[in-house]
């Protein structure tokens, strides 16, 4: 499945038993010797009350992660499609909390996002003395192009860690680069997704987002909340803004701190198989 190019392989794992290892999710994330795919999504039963499903999200690289906005929308449309529930409306447990689903009549999928939390040391994350947590204003010092530069960032957690960095043109940003090393810099001992945003007015952004584990992708739903949030919080955007991923786009409402930040965007199936692991 898809959702706007960032693509998954999603395994059913309540009609079969299944443990995967690192190894195992590798293979199957490799696009010339597996099926390939950004992150592998696992459905698994929840013992959990009052919530309708679990699931787990593991990068390409084999690692585990909290949260992934594009994989919870694939996930309403499987586990709808594939008649494991009837729901449109589906509470679902990941690493990092409860989400609700919500499948619209186009198909599209509303994901409940929670509140954003701008904590740095929920990412983790230490600010130094010159920081702004107050103005979510922080900058870090690289080396880049055989060149030491310091870029400002605000921060912020969707259930996983995010930075923005606010650049002119995306298109002309080094944004592998930059991405590679801040993904893995020591301020973030859990490492961090980083997103480059180019604001066009206050309704409406372009985004690249470079993903711990998988590099940059065509789309990253958590990264397109994360970058609107720290948009609003540093009083950059409005409360309703279409965010335009290389692959397309997502609408993304957060009111104020009252409220919960949704998500809503199209997820897409490719194709069905079976592989020997």
């Known amino acids: 499945m898809h959702g706007l190019g960032n693509d998954f392989v999603v395994i059913d794992a309540i009609n079969q038993t299944i443990e995967l290892t690192p190894e195992q999710v590798r293979f199957i994330a490799d696009r010339r010797f597996g099926v390939g795919c950004d992150q592998l999504l696992l459905v698994e039963a929840t013992q959990t009350d009052g919530v309708d499903f679990k699931y787990r999200i593991f990068n390409a690289d084999g690692s585990e992660v909290e949260q992934c906005g594009n994989g919870a929308r694939c996930f309403a449309r499987f586990v709808y499609e594939k008649k494991l529930t009837d729901k449109k409306t589906i ?102 997704n980083v997103g480059f945003m180019q604001v066009l007015d206050r309704a409406h952004i372009r985004l690249r987002v470079f993903e711990r584990g998988s590099g940059e992708t065509l789309a990253c739903g958590t990264g397109a909340c994360a970058a609107v949030a720290n948009g609003i919080s540093r009083g950059w955007l409005d409360e309703q803004v279409e965010v335009m991923l290389p692959a397309g786009s997502l609408h993304i409402h957060w009111q104020n701190k009252e409220h919960n930040l949704m998500m809503t965007g199209l997820a897409s199936f490719v194709y069905e198989g079976q592989i020997e692991i």
Not at 91 to 113: A, C, F, P, R
Not at 156 to 167: D, Q, R
Request: no cysteine; aromatic share 6%; net charge negative.
């Open 91 to 192: 509470v679902v447990e990941t690493y990092s909390g409860i989400i609700t689903l919500t499948i619209t009549d186009d198909d599209q999928v509303t994901v409940d996002m929670g509140q954003p939390d701008f904590e740095p040391g929920v990412l983790p994350f230490v600010p130094s003395e010159d920081d702004s947590v107050a103005d979510n204003r922080y900058t870090l010092t690289i080396e880049q192009s055989n060149r030491t530069e310091t870029v400002e960032f605000s921060a912020v957690s969707m259930g996983n860690p995010h930075i923005t960095l606010k650049v002119e043109d995306i298109d002309r940003f080094p944004v592998i680069e930059t991405g590679t090393i801040l993904e893995s810099h020591p301020a973030f001992p859990n490492r961090v």
